[in-house]
Protein backbone atom coordinates (compact mmCIF):
# COMPACT_ATOMS: atom_id res chain seq x y z
CA UNK A 1 0.00 0.00 0.00
CA UNK A 2 1.29 3.45 -0.91
CA UNK A 3 2.77 5.49 1.81
CA UNK A 4 1.14 8.56 2.84
CA UNK A 5 3.65 10.92 1.95
CA UNK A 6 3.91 9.44 -1.47
CA UNK A 7 0.48 9.70 -1.79
CA UNK A 8 0.17 13.37 -1.10
CA UNK A 9 2.92 13.88 -3.26
CA UNK A 10 1.50 11.23 -6.45
CA UNK A 11 -1.90 13.14 -6.12
CA UNK A 12 -2.45 16.07 -9.41
CA UNK A 13 -4.84 17.76 -10.98
CA UNK A 14 -5.62 15.42 -13.96
CA UNK A 15 -6.99 16.91 -17.40
CA UNK A 16 -6.83 13.86 -19.47
CA UNK A 17 -8.42 10.46 -19.37
CA UNK A 18 -8.77 7.32 -20.78
CA UNK A 19 -12.18 5.93 -21.67
CA UNK A 20 -12.12 3.21 -19.35
CA UNK A 21 -14.91 2.63 -16.75
CA UNK A 22 -14.08 2.62 -13.24
CA UNK A 23 -15.57 -0.54 -11.93
CA UNK A 24 -17.90 -0.76 -9.18
CA UNK A 25 -15.57 -2.07 -6.40
CA UNK A 26 -12.91 0.92 -6.93
CA UNK A 27 -16.06 3.23 -6.74
CA UNK A 28 -17.29 1.89 -3.76
CA UNK A 29 -13.96 2.09 -2.18
CA UNK A 30 -13.36 5.86 -3.10
CA UNK A 31 -17.40 6.04 -1.48
CA UNK A 32 -16.54 4.64 1.89
CA UNK A 33 -13.40 6.74 1.82
CA UNK A 34 -15.80 9.84 1.46
CA UNK A 35 -17.93 8.23 4.32
CA UNK A 36 -15.21 8.08 6.67
CA UNK A 37 -14.49 12.04 6.44
CA UNK A 38 -14.49 13.68 9.59
CA UNK A 39 -17.87 16.56 9.74
CA UNK A 40 -18.26 18.76 12.15
CA UNK A 41 -20.56 16.90 14.83
CA UNK A 42 -20.54 13.89 12.24
CA UNK A 43 -23.83 15.67 10.75
CA UNK A 44 -22.20 14.32 7.16
CA UNK A 45 -24.46 17.41 5.66
CA UNK A 46 -23.77 16.02 2.14
CA UNK A 47 -25.09 14.47 -0.92
CA UNK A 48 -22.63 12.39 -3.08
CA UNK A 49 -24.06 12.77 -7.22
CA UNK A 50 -22.51 10.22 -9.37
CA UNK A 51 -22.98 11.38 -12.96
CA UNK A 52 -22.04 9.18 -16.26
CA UNK A 53 -20.17 11.31 -18.61
CA UNK A 54 -21.28 9.34 -22.10
CA UNK A 55 -24.79 11.24 -23.29
CA UNK A 56 -24.64 14.12 -21.05
CA UNK A 57 -21.32 16.22 -22.31
CA UNK A 58 -23.68 19.37 -22.92
CA UNK A 59 -25.16 19.59 -19.66
CA UNK A 60 -21.43 18.98 -18.49
CA UNK A 61 -20.54 21.79 -20.65
CA UNK A 62 -22.70 24.34 -19.43
CA UNK A 63 -21.77 23.01 -15.82
CA UNK A 64 -18.24 23.87 -16.55
CA UNK A 65 -17.37 24.22 -20.22
CA UNK A 66 -13.45 22.62 -20.57
CA UNK A 67 -13.45 19.35 -22.58
CA UNK A 68 -11.70 17.36 -20.80
CA UNK A 69 -14.39 17.70 -17.61
CA UNK A 70 -16.42 15.19 -19.40
CA UNK A 71 -13.57 12.86 -21.10
CA UNK A 72 -13.77 10.87 -17.93
CA UNK A 73 -16.14 8.43 -17.62
CA UNK A 74 -17.75 9.70 -14.35
CA UNK A 75 -17.86 12.89 -13.40
CA UNK A 76 -18.40 13.15 -9.20
CA UNK A 77 -20.39 16.53 -7.43
CA UNK A 78 -19.99 17.10 -3.80
CA UNK A 79 -23.56 19.13 -2.77
CA UNK A 80 -23.89 20.59 0.83
CA UNK A 81 -26.73 20.69 3.05
CA UNK A 82 -27.07 23.50 5.15
CA UNK A 83 -30.46 23.01 6.88
CA UNK A 84 -28.77 19.41 8.25
CA UNK A 85 -25.29 21.00 8.64
CA UNK A 86 -23.40 22.15 12.06
CA UNK A 87 -23.44 25.91 12.89
CA UNK A 88 -21.17 27.92 14.88
CA UNK A 89 -21.67 29.87 17.19
CA UNK A 90 -21.47 33.34 14.66
CA UNK A 91 -24.10 32.13 12.29
CA UNK A 92 -21.04 30.12 10.16
CA UNK A 93 -22.26 27.19 8.81
CA UNK A 94 -19.94 24.27 8.22
CA UNK A 95 -21.55 22.55 5.08
CA UNK A 96 -19.30 23.57 2.74
CA UNK A 97 -16.28 22.71 4.78
CA UNK A 98 -17.60 19.46 5.73
CA UNK A 99 -17.95 18.61 1.49
CA UNK A 100 -14.63 19.83 0.90
CA UNK A 101 -13.05 16.87 3.35
CA UNK A 102 -15.60 14.64 1.64
CA UNK A 103 -14.10 15.15 -1.54
CA UNK A 104 -10.60 15.58 -0.30
CA UNK A 105 -10.85 11.94 1.43
CA UNK A 106 -12.59 10.71 -2.04
CA UNK A 107 -9.78 12.46 -4.51
CA UNK A 108 -7.06 10.76 -2.52
CA UNK A 109 -8.28 7.28 -1.80
CA UNK A 110 -8.98 7.71 -6.06
CA UNK A 111 -5.56 8.53 -6.24
CA UNK A 112 -3.95 5.81 -4.40
CA UNK A 113 -6.41 3.21 -6.21
CA UNK A 114 -4.27 4.97 -9.35
CA UNK A 115 -7.41 7.24 -10.77
CA UNK A 116 -7.42 10.48 -11.50
CA UNK A 117 -9.37 13.07 -10.83
CA UNK A 118 -9.03 17.50 -10.66
CA UNK A 119 -10.57 19.78 -8.30
CA UNK A 120 -13.29 22.03 -9.89
CA UNK A 121 -14.97 24.73 -7.89
CA UNK A 122 -15.03 27.56 -11.43
CA UNK A 123 -18.27 25.53 -12.25
CA UNK A 124 -21.60 27.39 -13.28
CA UNK A 125 -23.55 27.07 -10.05
CA UNK A 126 -26.78 27.76 -11.85
CA UNK A 127 -26.41 25.31 -14.50
CA UNK A 128 -25.16 22.96 -11.61
CA UNK A 129 -28.28 23.00 -9.60
CA UNK A 130 -30.72 23.24 -12.77
CA UNK A 131 -29.16 19.59 -14.15
CA UNK A 132 -29.11 18.54 -11.03
CA UNK A 133 -32.13 19.60 -9.78
CA UNK A 134 -30.95 20.45 -6.19
CA UNK A 135 -34.16 21.25 -3.71
CA UNK A 136 -33.93 24.46 -1.72
CA UNK A 137 -30.75 24.57 0.55
CA UNK A 138 -28.92 21.90 -1.32
CA UNK A 139 -25.56 23.82 -2.84
CA UNK A 140 -23.17 22.04 -5.14
CA UNK A 141 -19.63 23.26 -3.75
CA UNK A 142 -17.18 20.96 -5.93
CA UNK A 143 -17.17 18.56 -8.79
CA UNK A 144 -14.45 16.03 -10.15
CA UNK A 145 -14.12 13.73 -13.00
CA UNK A 146 -13.19 10.42 -11.98
CA UNK A 147 -10.89 8.43 -14.58
CA UNK A 148 -7.61 6.75 -15.09
CA UNK A 149 -5.28 9.46 -16.45
CA UNK A 150 -3.73 9.80 -20.00
CA UNK A 151 -1.52 12.41 -18.97
CA UNK A 152 1.37 12.44 -17.21
CA UNK A 153 1.98 14.46 -13.68
CA UNK A 154 3.80 18.14 -14.24
CA UNK A 155 6.16 18.99 -11.51
CA UNK A 156 4.40 19.76 -8.76
CA UNK A 157 4.72 23.63 -7.20
CA UNK A 158 4.16 24.82 -4.04
CA UNK A 159 4.63 27.73 -1.81
CA UNK A 160 7.47 27.41 1.42
CA UNK A 161 5.97 26.38 4.28
CA UNK A 162 7.59 29.37 5.93
CA UNK A 163 5.04 31.55 3.69
CA UNK A 164 1.96 30.62 5.15
CA UNK A 165 2.86 29.41 8.24
CA UNK A 166 2.59 31.38 11.10
CA UNK A 167 4.16 30.00 14.66
CA UNK A 168 3.12 31.29 17.61
CA UNK A 169 0.76 34.44 18.99
CA UNK A 170 0.92 38.00 17.31
CA UNK A 171 2.73 40.25 19.76
CA UNK A 172 0.02 42.14 21.62
Not at 75 to 98: H, I, K, M
Not at 129 to 139: F, K, V
Not at 163 to 171: A, C, H, L, R
Request: charged share 25%.
Amino acid sequence: MMEYMELLKKRYSVRSYRPDPVNDEILAEILEAGRLAPSAVNRQPYRIYILPTVGHEEKLAEIYPKNWFASAPLVLCVTAVTAEAWTRRDGVSYAPVDAAILMDHMILAATRLGLGTCWVAAFDPEAARRHLRLADGEEPIIFTPLGYPADTPPEKKRRQISEFVVQGWPSD
